[in-house]
């Protein structure tokens, strides 16, 4: 019973709100205009005027492929990115043809190797963020980023897929140990592995133990995207007692040092600060 | 003395090799025939084929009172991507037009409030990735974060902008304590600041002092891109001490627990494990 849409009905309807309610069904209706729209314009719409871009259901384990793929072309922020995209842009064309991928090189290893942001939480915020309106893209990356410090990776299902040699790049079949990072961050995920599995930061290993783990990333992100536009996404993230325990303090008694929305876990970094708890 | 440049030229130029050498020349070249290419067809180019984007001298003061503006309409990863691109799009056009900055909102706070990456390098690394090859991408948004981890934050500058009401947005015009943050984590930038200044990270002279930062941070990325462009840029960033004296055992004796690549200092969240050093 879908009727097709107007101009300045997508014009409307492809901001915010699309993504507030009844996203699922919108955006089923609203991919093909979008394509419309831009052919028979013949004209290059303006991006940022449509931003978030429509957005439609895509394939979990076809991402997860594209992203261990991507990761040995380009990194892990390339690669959850591209893994994304690519597939946005397979499945969409325009817009998605737009934007050069490979933008997202940078952010490999914590960002040129800096060992911060996970490469592939950065890639697949940054895919995110173009598909949903500032607020819920918060919510979903936020959600994303505190999955990532709870869960092991690689996942047994990447695993997995690595031993069937499901993946398009055969580099490694062999099960990998799987670790939790407790933290967003590059450096605190690759020692922590390294450390449990005792390979070599700079092994083949380790290198596909990233890939898998991208992998993981981007078909989560594609999880909660496909959830969020059918309207039955929830975050479930609960920020550590560590955490919330610390900021109890140092965002009343102490303001002056601490950002309040902080989540990583305190004691990461500040072992020798806790003495004064016990 | 320069002739008009073939669509076959371009397709080939616009690549990395426009990069590496004479780019300030060709930059000059390419970017007209970039927008009458496009126009021309009347078909979207495909932005990916003609990555990296072409690039010509953007005016780094101007480009400082766009992210200090942004900073404060979408956040400081916004702020530092969209001052760029919105330089480019509003001197060049297409394909700047294509990309909604809004994309990189997600990246504030050190990515949605995390702490992690300062989302300033964050943002300009994506611009610096848009118009550089992987390569020199690498070596350019490397040299802007070692060169942010030992300056202090706001520039003197910066705060003079604010003290003479130069920047579009007036919020706050008193000069704001400069800190030196070692690390480019947004956690550590901000709680330095704050500890530095006595003002709360919930204040709004902390968002002031990140809108400076954002504005010093686009303007650095200018300074660098424009040297890149005219071949003068050469990367003065010498990894620390205390970082390389940890990796001489930590990569060699050690190899299973750390990142060879990691440049942030060791001692910031490692003080207990220096006991064995003294």
Redesign the interface.
């Known amino acids: 019973m879908k009727r097709p849409i107007s101009r300045k009905e997508f014009l409307t309807s492809s901001t915010k709100t699309v993504v507030a309610a009844s996203a699922g069904a919108l955006a089923a209706s609203v991919l093909p205009a979008m394509g419309g729209q831009?052919l028979k314009a013949?004209?290059?719409?303006?991006?940022?005027s449509?931003?978030?871009?429509p957005y439609a259901t895509l394939d979990r384990e076809d991402v997860r492929k594209r992203a261990h793929k991507a990761y040995y072309e380009?990194g892990c922020c390339y690669g959850a990115f591209h893994a994304l995209i690519s597939a946005l842009a397979d499945t969409h064309g325009?817009?998605y043809?737009?934007?050069?991928?490979?933008?997202?090189?940078?952010?490999e290893?914590?960002?040129?190797?800096?060992?911060?942001?996970c490469g592939a939480?950065?890639g697949a915020?940054?895919a995110?963020?173009?598909v949903t309106d500032?607020t819920n893209?918060?919510l979903i990356?936020?959600e994303l980023?505190g999955w990532y410090t709870e869960n092991p990776f690689p996942s047994t299902l990447s695993n997995d897929y690595a031993a069937a040699h499901v993946f398009p790049l055969n580099k490694y079949d062999k099960p990998l140990q799987q670790t939790v990072s407790g933290s967003?961050?590059?450096?605190v995920s690759?020692?922590n592995w390294?450390?449990g599995?005792?390979?070599?930061?700079?092994s083949p290993e380790r290198a596909e133990r990233c890939a898998r783990l991208t992998s993981d990333v981007a078909a989560h992100a594609v999880d909660m995207l496909n959830d969020f536009f059918a309207g039955r996404f929830r975050a479930s993230f609960v920020t550590p007692d560590s955490v919330t325990g610390c900021m109890g303090c140092h965002?009343a008694v102490h303001?002056?040092?601490?950002?309040?929305?902080?989540?990583?876990d305190c004691q990461?970094?500040h072992?020798?600060n806790f003495q004064h708890l016990y």
């Open positions: 831009s013949g004209l290059p719409t303006t991006a940022a449509t931003w978030p871009w380009g325009d817009p043809t737009r934007v050069p991928t490979q933008m997202m090189y940078y952010g290893g914590g960002a040129v190797g800096w060992g911060t942001l939480l950065n915020g940054a995110i963020a173009l500032r893209a918060r990356v936020g980023f967003p961050l590059c450096h690759v020692s390294c450390t599995s005792g390979f070599n930061a700079t965002t303001p002056g040092n601490v950002q309040p929305s902080v989540k990583m990461q970094c072992k020798e």
